[in-house]
């Protein structure tokens, strides 16, 4: 079954404590990215990677770290969590939509089941 | 710098009514519109895709248009059930952008 695989789907922890939350995606994808959801702030992505080893700054990347080691696996990083980073945590992939002109956009995007993480 | 908005941000029918929900966005140089729903603490599912070039796509009871030259995308459900109910987001692909802009999403209550 093609899919995107989140884990852990729920963590509490506490503030300063290092986490990683895995994400992985059977479909061959180019494209990776992590989005958070937050009540009256909607989803805003975090960081993004195009390929193996290519990752960039999403609009709020501040506390966050990824890498892009294999294809299928794109894990984020929390070194120092904060409660601010309380929130709803998703993973997202496709492929990249090619033109004449080369890359031009992103095609469907498929969601992972969310983690939903506490800092105390 | 792309704005994507939805109204009602609520919206409570009788089951059996069909339905139109609204999504709009300031910027027409999209590459393609997706139409996700989200159940209360879960994931997104995927559940239309409009490329630029077209005009509407269907799946089953749901059929969702663009008009690029407007600034809008509409998804239609028609005869509604209660296991409808959920947040229904539209998002912006954007052209040469490496993500979507997603809006605030509209709630949804179908009351048996």
């Not at chain 1, 884990?7 to 290092?18: E, Q, S």
């Not at chain 2, 600034?71 to 490496?98: E, F, K, N």
Request: include cysteine.
């Amino acid at each position: 079954e093609a899919q995107v695989t989140q884990n852990p789907r729920y963590l509490i922890t506490v503030t300063g404590k290092k986490l990683t939350v895995t994400c992985s995606q059977n479909m061959n994808h180019e494209y990776m990215s992590w989005y958070r959801q937050d009540p009256g702030l909607g989803l805003r992505q975090i960081y993004y990677s195009m390929n193996v080893e290519v990752t960039d700054k999403g609009d709020v990347p501040e506390g966050y770290k990824v890498s892009r080691k294999e294809k299928r696996n794109f894990p984020l990083i929390l070194e120092s969590p904060s409660p601010n980073q309380t929130s709803l945590y998703f993973c997202a992939s496709s492929l990249m939509g090619n033109g004449r002109a080369g890359w031009e956009g992103m095609d469907e995007q498929f969601f992972g089941p969310g983690t939903r993480l506490t800092v105390l | 710098k792309q704005e994507v908005t939805q109204i009602p941000a609520a919206l409570s029918v009788p089951e059996g009514e069909n339905l139109v929900l609204n999504c709009s966005f300031t910027d027409s140089a999209i590459y393609n519109l997706q139409w996700f729903r989200q159940d209360p603490g879960k994931g997104l599912t995927s559940l239309l895709l409009i490329q630029s070039s077209q005009r509407e796509q269907t799946s089953g009871r749901l059929n969702a248009s663009l008009d690029k030259s407007s600034g809008r995308s509409t998804l239609y459900i028609a005869a509604s059930q209660p296991g409808d109910s959920a947040t229904y987001l539209c998002a912006a692909g954007l052209q040469g952008a490496q993500k979507l802009v997603f809006g605030q999403g509209t709630r949804l209550t179908i009351n048996p």
